[in-house]
């Protein structure tokens, strides 16, 4: 039985990506539409959506990222996002959350709050979800620079805002292991 703290380990940040995905992109697609499906939202607000960028989108998105930046980053780096396999994009229906602030105004400060704790736990069930799968991944946030972009790219609902992007793809090399933390300088355990 494999443990979740296993799995963690296997999550990594994995820059050097290619397009030989180990698994069928099904098998992609099927685990970030259940993980999707699976993760909590407060007051089951269902305040998460993704768009999976594939094929010549993935490379006409980091492409178009980088002529929104004017060239102040680095090509190289773009390229090797670009030769991802594909990207998630990871966004939060503001009018959802909206909706429920008017429904339970008592609540209504949190609830853009819980949304973005909504998206963190997606973005970490599918990166660790893609890591048990064998497949790379990393996060970036080049949003807000590149929203126009992506809202004319892909046809964005108004209202969605975007949060994060998720290169994904075959690994083409490994990371080096992870330096072991002493970690009571950040978890105390009262009794």
Known sequence: MTRLTDVLKRRRSIYALNRQLPVSEDEV????KEATELVPDAFNMKS?????VLGDKQDALWDGIYDAFGGKVA????????????????FIDDNTVK????????????????AQQANGMLQINIW???????????IQHYNPVIDPLVKDMFQVPDGYRLIAQMP????ESE???KEKEDISARVTVAR
């Open 29 to 32: 697609l099927d685990l970030i």
């Open 48 to 52: 998460q959506r993704v768009i999976v």
């Open 75 to 90: 090509r190289a780096k773009i390229d090797s996002f670009k030769a991802a396999y594909g990207t998630i994009l990871y």
């Open 99 to 114: 909706a429920l602030q008017e429904k339970f105004p008592r609540y209504a400060d949190n609830f853009p709050v819980w």
């Open 128 to 138: 660790a979800g893609l890591a048990e799968l064998g497949v790379g991944a990393n």
């Open 168 to 171: 994904f793809g075959g690994v």
């Open 175 to 177: 990371r080096e292991p």
